[in-house]
């Protein structure tokens, strides 16, 4: 598979995505800046975190209005897969590839911690390796990841099978008390109507080896590539 | 001419930024009833030009956020 990291001013998460994809999954992978026009040749498509322009105005709405913002989006009309992480999430929502939005945390704090997940969808090109039901664990850090969405728009989301990842603890409860930003639902990760996009807060990419301490970062890259 | 958006939490939705300056308002000994915190954008522009498609387009995430132009 032919891989694509994109860079914005202030990505910061690119160089750990690129190495994850080149060193631990063998692909290949190229890093594509915001000034590309077109994604054409290449099968996925990542949006890494950071602080893409600074965060100025709202996080990610100056590079959803980028070139690459709009190859992005003709990428993703032609069904090509497109993951946005924490940044890249909010890339997606200011792009409106995905419902929602990504607010202030609930207590105004910027969160630098691990939390738990529970798959709710493992029917995806990103998620098909998990099981459904499975609790994994992943870090976070940010301080704009409570996701947003109306209530009828999440009944529509919910039957469709497009809330992905949701907070919990380790036996799996989604409850307040396992939700650290306020988030509708718990939601940490939500998909597209046709399943080729997927943003979500957590850092896979930081969650890949032994030596730091993680086991299930991986497994969503792998499902990328079987 | 100049024009000033002011954007806003959208109504209903929790502002934590806004609560925490209340917060200390109440703490401070101020009879507070509510605080919104938002953001001005000021545009120096043409008289004809469209604000209202800027701020929609561009400024604003009706979603979540409310505005008014000055």
Known sequence: MKFAVCVFPGSNCDYDTYYVIRDLLGQEVSFVDHHTRSLSGFDCVIIPGGFSFGDYLRAGVLASKTPLGHALVDFSQKGGLLLGICNGFQVLTELHLLPGALLRNQGMSFLCMDVYLRVENNSLPFTREFERGEVIRLPIAHGEGRYYVPEDELKRMEERGQVVLRYCDA????????????????????????????????????????VLGYRDGIILWHSLIV | MRVRVLILPRKGLLDPEGRAVKEMLLEEGFSVKNVKVGKVVELEVEDDTDVKAIAEKYLVNPLVEEYVIE
């Open chain 1, 171 to 210: 036996e799996g409860n989604v409850n307040p008390k396992s939700n650290p930003n306020g988030s509708t639902d718990n939601i940490a990760g939500v998909c597209n109507k046709e399943g080729n996009v997927f943003g979500l807060m957590p850092h896979p990419e930081r969650a890949c080896e032994d």
